[in-house]
C-alpha cells in the first residue's frame, strides 16, 4: 500500500530552527509537496521537490532524496505564525497526491 | 472572485437528507478535486476531475458523486448523508499542464451529519 509518514507534532523555540521528516512509500513518484495550513484554514503550497536535494525559498527549504524514499521541510528563524501543521504529499504513479497526516508545529516563545 | 470559493462554510445535516456541496474556480484550471479531511488523517480523495466532461473515483468515493459540466464548477453531493460523512471537506483545482500542477485550495466546507 501507498504511505506517507511524518510525526504528529513537533515543539520549536521562536527563532530557533527546526526540521520536519517525511518518508514515503508510493507506488510510483512524481514529486513531494510541502503545504502549510493553519488551522481552520486551508492547505497553502509551500515547496515541490521532484529531483533529489535542496531546494531553498526564504526561510523555508525543503529536501529529497527519492532513494531513501525521504524529505525533510527546514524552517529558519521561527516566527509565532509559523506555527501551523505541515502536510507532506507525494504525487504517484496515477498523478495523484498521496498525503502524509500532517505535522503540528507548536512554538514557544 | 479569485482563486476557490466554496459554499456553505459550514452546514449542520440530518441523516438520510440529500446535500450538495458547491465549488467555483476562475483560474480556469482544468483539473479540480475534493478531499475529506478528518482528525489524524491525511487528506483523503473522494473524487477527481481532470477536464471538464470527465471524472474520476479517489480513495473514498462511496456515498458521494460528482459532475462537471464545465470548467469552473465542480460540485460534490452527497445522496443519503450518514454520520460518518461528518468531516471537513476541501476542493481544490491545479493546472496539468504548467509548472509543477500544485493544487490551490477553498476555504472548505464543515459539515456535520447527525
Known amino acids: 500500500g501507498q504511505n506517507i509518514d511524518q510525526p504528529t507534532e513537533m515543539t520549536a523555540t521562536e527563532g530557533a530552527i527546526v526540521q520536519i521528516n517525511c518518508t514515503y512509500q508510493t507506488s510510483g513518484f512524481n514529486g513531494l509537496f510541502w503545504y502549510q495550513q493553519h488551522a481552520g484554514e486551508a492547505p497553502t503550497f509551500l515547496s515541490y521537490n521532484v529531483l533529489d536535494g535542496l531546494e531553498e525559498k526564504g526561510r523555508f527549504s525543503s529536501f529529497l532524496s527519492r532513494s531513501k524514499g525521504y524529505s525533510y521541510l527546514l524552517l529558519k528563524e521561527l516566527q509565532m505564525k509559523d506555527s501551523a501543521s505541515y502536510l507532506c504529499?507525494?504525487?504517484?504513479?496515477?498523478?495523484?497526491?498521496?498525503w502524509g497526516a500532517g505535522t503540528k508545529l507548536i512554538i514557544k516563545p | 472572485i479569485a482563486g476557490i470559493t466554496q459554499a456553505p462554510t459550514s452546514q449542520i445535516l440530518a441523516a438520510g437528507r440529500r446535500m450538495t456541496l458547491r465549488c467555483t474556480q476562475d483560474?480556469?484550471?482544468?483539473?479540480m478535486y475534493w478531499y475529506r479531511q478528518d482528525l489524524g488523517l491525511g487528506l483523503r480523495l473522494i473524487h477527481y476531475?481532470?477536464?471538464?466532461?470527465?471524472?474520476g473515483k479517489g480513495e473514498v468515493p462511496d456515498g458521494y458523486s460528482v459532475s462537471r459540466a464545465n470548467t469552473d464548477d465542480f460540485p460534490l453531493t452527497l445522496a443519503s448523508a450518514v454520520p460518518s460523512q461528518t468531516s471537513v471537506y476541501f476542493c481544490?483545482?491545479?493546472?496539468?499542464?504548467?509548472?509543477?500542477?500544485?493544487?490551490?485550495f477553498g476555504p472548505g466546507t464543515r459539515l456535520t451529519v447527525l
Open positions: 481544490a483545482s491545479s493546472d496539468r499542464v504548467a509548472g509543477n500542477n500544485e493544487q490551490f
Open positions: 483560474m480556469r484550471h482544468n483539473a
Open positions: 504529499a507525494v504525487r504517484d504513479s496515477n498523478y495523484q497526491l498521496i
Open positions: 476531475s481532470n477536464t471538464a466532461g470527465t471524472t
